[in-house]
């Protein structure tokens, strides 16, 4: 079936540091999501792009959408001790007959102060 | 708003015993998962409902069953539990089948069965 690969499993970085993730895939999607989840709580979306190409911002975190549509990265800028939880990336193919959501396996973000 | 309310939080079961985990959402959508989160694995879904009365199978629905009597609630029911559904579970709902505003997760049911 459809799954995605998501990197890297886990990163550890300094306060202040920039951070960066991806997801590949080798399906195509037509929209690509990130989630974050903190412990104990279910994953709280954070970014959603629809479009080829498409780069989103919110707040520090910025997204993009693959040209390819089979890949999407995460970037938080400038990271500060509540960017801390496991990030997850989903993708789906809205309209579809499969239109449900799937997920990669996260990444697990820890800052030292 | 309370969102999507699930319970129990924690809840230890016996090999063989059965159990429902509520879910309950306040925000009129349409659509219901529920998935499992086992640690480094990410979330497979298990079944969703597109609308009451309407379910269907999703990633791993092995040992699972599920009901929509009402747009609100989508009860997950485990009748003989196995070691192998020790997971958290979470029920999820969003307005449309398309996430054009992404899920809306519940906070979790962290089972354990022994």
């Known amino acids: 079936g459809q799954q995605l690969n998501q990197s890297p499993q886990s990163m550890f970085i300094q306060e202040g540091e920039d951070v960066s993730m991806n997801c590949t895939s080798s399906s195509i999607f037509n929209t690509w999501l990130w989630y974050k989840q903190d412990p104990g709580e279910g994953p709280v979306l954070l970014i959603a792009l629809y479009k080829a190409g498409e780069l989103t911002s919110n707040g520090r975190l910025t997204a993009q959408f693959g040209i390819t549509r089979k890949d999407s990265f995460l970037n938080i800028s400038a990271s500060i001790p509540s960017d801390v939880g496991i990030y997850f990336c989903a993708a789906t193919n809205y309209g579809g007959s499969q239109g449900n959501l799937i997920f990669g396996k996260g990444t697990k973000l820890s800052v030292k102060p | 708003n309370a969102g999507v309310t699930q319970t129990p939080k924690f809840r230890i079961l016996k090999i063989g015993q059965s159990m429902t985990l509520q879910c309950t959402q306040d925000?009129?959508?349409?659509?219901m998962y529920w998935y499992r989160q086992d640690p480094g694995m990410g979330l497979k879904l298990i079944y969703y409902?597109?609308?009451?009365?309407?379910?269907d199978k999703g990633e791993v629905p092995n040992g699972y069953n599920v009901s929509r009597s009402t747009t609100e609630d989508f009860p997950l029911r485990l009748e003989l539990a196995a070691p192998s559904q020790t997971s958290v579970y979470f029920c999820?709902?969003?307005?449309?089948?398309?996430?054009?505003?992404?899920?809306?997760f519940g906070s979790g049911t962290r089972l354990t069965v022994v």
């Open positions: 999820a709902s969003s307005y449309s089948r398309g996430p054009l505003d992404g899920y809306t």
């Open positions: 409902s597109v609308g009451a009365g309407i379910t």
């Open positions: 925000m009129n959508h349409n659509y």
